[in-house]
């Protein structure tokens, strides 16, 4: 008699979740790339908030993060691999499903967040930052442009603010982010500043929030109805030039792009 076969453990999941007295906590958790919009971790994303919104026993979703950095944005070993799966689509798509969704969803932020994961930011419902927190809209140095994610950030955003960081690539703190709109609170403990927060979306009922959710968030809806097709064609033409695939390289490489000055 011969020993089974043995198969390999499955991968822990990239977003593992949790539920506590209504509030269901979905956590980026792949450290090795800080959180990137990777193909998995998109999918995976998607289907967590998708069962989210199909739990009775849910009245608001908390997305957060492991490490020190929320999300890097695009994966870029992906994109400069050609690996990427539905690409810039298929994130329009997972920020149009956090605003579409029928459940408020917060963001709890305590590390950094560059270029994509500001995407993630702007579909919330609302988000909190910690001290620890920075931001920065870091395409234009790669030779890309905030075009997917541009969809819930504009109408949000301070345009002024907007016209500063998405061209200068300047890095800022929570307090600016929550003056230009990009959070809703900057705090110096996230959870003592989210509590009442997540209190009063627990006293909501799941018909008064839909509702109340769906007035807020009819102008992104739009956008997006709008205006996916043209972005998303546009961040696909970006990844794929030569300018973009060398400033990718560069800073994979930890070295200057050829552009630099």
Excluded at 99 to 111: D, E, F, I, N, W
Excluded at 118 to 130: E, N, T, V, Y
Aim: proline fraction near 6%; hydrophobic fraction near 45%.
């Amino acid at each position: 008699m011969t020993d089974a076969p043995k198969t390999d453990a499955p991968a822990a999941p990239l977003v593992p979740r949790s539920h506590e007295r209504g509030i269901t906590t979905l956590t980026l958790d792949s450290p090795h790339n800080r959180n990137a919009l990777s193909t998995r971790l998109v999918a995976e994303l998607h289907q967590a908030l998708t069962d989210a919104a199909a739990d009775d026993d849910t009245r608001a979703v908390v997305l957060t993060h492991t490490g020190g950095t929320f999300c890097a944005g695009a994966d870029l070993s992906e994109a400069t691999s050609g690996t990427a799966k539905d690409g810039p689509l298929g994130l329009a798509r997972l920020l149009r499903a956090i605003v579409a969704l029928p459940k408020p969803v917060v963001a709890r932020v305590t590390g950094h967040v560059r270029a994509g994961g500001l995407g993630l930011l702007g579909a919330c419902d609302i988000s909190a930052a910690g001290p620890d927190a920075t931001f920065a809209f870091t395409e234009a140095r790669l030779g890309l442009a905030p075009a997917v994610i541009s969809l819930p950030l504009l109408p949000r955003l301070d345009p002024r603010a907007a016209g500063r960081y998405y061209l200068t690539g300047e890095k800022f703190d929570a307090a600016e982010a929550a003056r230009i709109g990009l959070v809703t609170l900057a705090a110096d403990d996230v959870d003592t500043g989210l509590a009442p927060l997540l209190d009063g979306l627990r006293k909501g009922s799941p018909q008064g929030l839909a509702a109340s959710k769906k007035l807020v968030t009819a102008q992104v809806l739009d956008t997006f109805d709008r205006d996916t097709d043209t972005l998303a064609e546009q961040s696909a033409q970006l990844f794929g030039s030569t300018e973009a695939r060398e400033g990718m390289t560069a800073f994979l490489e930890r070295r200057a792009p050829a552009w630099a000055r």
